[in-house]
């Protein structure tokens, strides 16, 4: 869709941003950034409007108000509450669920937003491991077999099972990079024969959480993003307006290819081209 034609999504009340792909290109790690073209200035333009936006990011491996001080380094108007992980939306739905004892495979990163909500942390090398009451895997670059047993060994138990993200692939400067959340979920499903509950993108627990931080309904959120299977999965399962970047895994002409349900509302070279739908940045 050519971005005049924008004026059909709105009114909109706020903006959920991918980072990865979207506002920048990094590292596997997340240890550093490049950003692409348009990023400061819509932030910036948003900034200016006091109009609401959040960043929500798959990566795990570290807390938001890092991850948000990294961005802030390279230009990003970022503040620390604006920066979400799916650890954001796993503390806050795992402490809905009354649950209180979590076996975290993943960085200190991973567990540290549970940890501020007053969750119980237990990691796979704790005696304590067998008596979680879930198990959330996310950021794990040295994960091993001994982990993923213990994981194994909690579900047998009656743990739940979550996931900060199962998706393969993300972009990086270097081009696509695997998801090592995904080849653990996939051990650890092998084993037990029990689903996952994915509590990051597109998950609509994510969703959910989303709209409750901008103070808007589902309907009325833009979801920026490079992927078909992520943001843009996520805004058209839950009614938001999906809106699709060809600056990370995604060109225009695969774009134009998906199904309806992985279809962005519209489609812009790089996420600077907001700056020339300004109709769908205001609250009409």
């Given at each position: 869709m050519d971005v005049r034609a924008a004026g059909a999504l709105g009114p909109l009340r706020g903006f959920m941003f991918d980072v990865d792909g979207t506002l920048v290109l990094g590292d596997r790690a997340g240890g550093s950034y490049d950003l692409l073209p348009g990023a400061v200035q819509v932030l910036e333009a948003l900034n200016e409007r006091s109009f609401p936006y959040v960043l929500l990011t798959n990566g795990s491996a570290r807390p938001p108000a890092e991850v948000a001080a990294k961005l802030r380094h390279v230009g990003l108007p970022v503040a620390d509450e604006q920066m979400l992980t799916p650890s954001s939306v796993a503390a806050d739905y795992l402490a809905r669920q009354g649950i209180e004892?979590?076996?975290i495979l993943g960085t200190a990163g991973v567990g540290q937003p549970l940890e501020e909500r007053g969750l119980r942390i237990l990691w796979p090398d704790s005696s304590e491991a067998k008596e979680a009451e879930a198990v959330?895997?996310?950021?794990h670059p040295e994960c091993?077999?001994?982990?993923?047993?213990?994981?194994?060994?909690?579900?047998?138990?009656g743990a739940k099972f979550y996931a900060a993200s199962d998706v393969p692939f993300f972009a990086t400067?270097?081009?696509?990079?695997?998801?090592?959340?995904h080849a653990i979920v996939a051990a650890i499903k092998s084993l037990t024969g029990k689903r996952v509950v994915v509590l990051g993108k597109p998950s609509q627990h994510a969703?959910?959480?989303?709209?409750?931080?901008?103070?808007?309904?589902?309907?009325?959120i833009g979801v920026v993003g490079d992927d078909p299977l992520v943001e843009i999965e996520?805004?058209?399962?839950?009614?938001?307006?999906?809106v699709g970047v060809t600056t990370g895994l995604t060109p225009a002409e695969v774009w134009a290819s998906q199904p309806e349900a992985r279809r962005p509302h519209?489609?812009?070279?790089?996420?600077?081209?907001?700056?020339r739908t300004e109709h769908l940045l205001l609250d009409a």
């Amino acid at each position: 869709m050519d971005v005049r034609a924008a004026g059909a999504l709105g009114p909109l009340r706020g903006f959920m941003f991918d980072v990865d792909g979207t506002l920048v290109l990094g590292d596997r790690a997340g240890g550093s950034y490049d950003l692409l073209p348009g990023a400061v200035q819509v932030l910036e333009a948003l900034n200016e409007r006091s109009f609401p936006y959040v960043l929500l990011t798959n990566g795990s491996a570290r807390p938001p108000a890092e991850v948000a001080a990294k961005l802030r380094h390279v230009g990003l108007p970022v503040a620390d509450e604006q920066m979400l992980t799916p650890s954001s939306v796993a503390a806050d739905y795992l402490a809905r669920q009354g649950i209180e004892r979590v076996l975290i495979l993943g960085t200190a990163g991973v567990g540290q937003p549970l940890e501020e909500r007053g969750l119980r942390i237990l990691w796979p090398d704790s005696s304590e491991a067998k008596e979680a009451e879930a198990v959330y895997v996310g950021w794990h670059p040295e994960c091993g077999m001994r982990d993923i047993e213990v994981a194994a060994r909690a579900i047998w138990g009656g743990a739940k099972f979550y996931a900060a993200s199962d998706v393969p692939f993300f972009a990086t400067r270097e081009g696509r990079s695997i998801g090592y959340s995904h080849a653990i979920v996939a051990a650890i499903k092998s084993l037990t024969g029990k689903r996952v509950v994915v509590l990051g993108k597109p998950s609509q627990h994510a969703m959910r959480f989303v709209a409750r931080k901008l103070g808007a309904s589902i309907g009325h959120i833009g979801v920026v993003g490079d992927d078909p299977l992520v943001e843009i999965e996520m805004a058209r399962r839950g009614g938001a307006i999906g809106v699709g970047v060809t600056t990370g895994l995604t060109p225009a002409e695969v774009w134009a290819s998906q199904p309806e349900a992985r279809r962005p509302h519209l489609v812009l070279n790089t996420v600077g081209d907001l700056l020339r739908t300004e109709h769908l940045l205001l609250d009409a």
